[in-house]
């Protein structure tokens, strides 16, 4: 049986949705992999950073692009050591200058994907998968990269089928 593992980061609280600040009380990543879960299976696996990003979403964006400036990476609060249980890992995040937060390449750079299926799912309002695929193609090495799919967040929770469909048609 086909094991899955959806890892992820999303961002509650202030978040850009259709050209305004909004104040969300659940990341729009996180519906995204809770769907995946739920129509494949599997464990989630949240990151987060030992230091908080800002609240303020502006203030957010600017630490975000200069750790991107600066290839920095965020202490975790938990890092998965192996995953070599898993077949399909599930790689969410939100659009953050293109690309992951870089909080996602903390635990990429950290796991051995040597006969593992990636897929990209990326969060945006209006970049679509961005750098999504050839981060996981950097970052997980030995890995398969397959088929992403772009969510648009200000749509998220509308998504289900779409995000089901496709986890469906990987895993």
């Known amino acids: 049986m ?7 980061y999303s961002r509650k609280g202030q978040n850009y949705v259709n050209g305004s600040i909004k104040d969300l ?6 519906i995204c992999a809770e ?10 696996f949240e990151l987060e950073t030992v230091k908080p990003y800002p609240e303020d979403y502006t203030a957010c964006t600017e630490v975000a692009k200069e750790e991107l400036r600066k290839n920095v990476r965020p202490e975790l609060k938990m890092m998965l050591e192996d995953i070599s249980e898993y077949d399909n890992i599930f790689v969410c995040g ?13 635990q990429l750079e950290a796991l051995d994907f ?6 990209p799912l990326m969060t ?16 997980c090495k030995g890995a398969a990269v397959g088929k992403g799919l772009a969510i648009h967040g200000a749509e998220a929770e509308q998504c289900e089928a ?6 469906r048609s990987q895993a």
């Open 2 to 8: 086909t094991k899955n593992l959806i890892i992820y």
């Open 25 to 30: 009380p659940k990341g729009n990543t996180e």
């Open 35 to 44: 769907f995946i879960q739920k129509a494949v299976g599997g464990v989630l």
């Open 94 to 106: 939100p659009c953050w200058w293109g690309t992951y937060p870089c909080a996602v390449f903390t």
């Open 114 to 119: 040597t006969d593992k299926q990636v897929f």
């Open 124 to 139: 945006h309002e209006g970049s679509g998968l961005a750098g999504a695929p050839a981060a996981l193609k950097k970052y």
């Open 162 to 167: 779409e995000v089901a469909s496709w986890a």
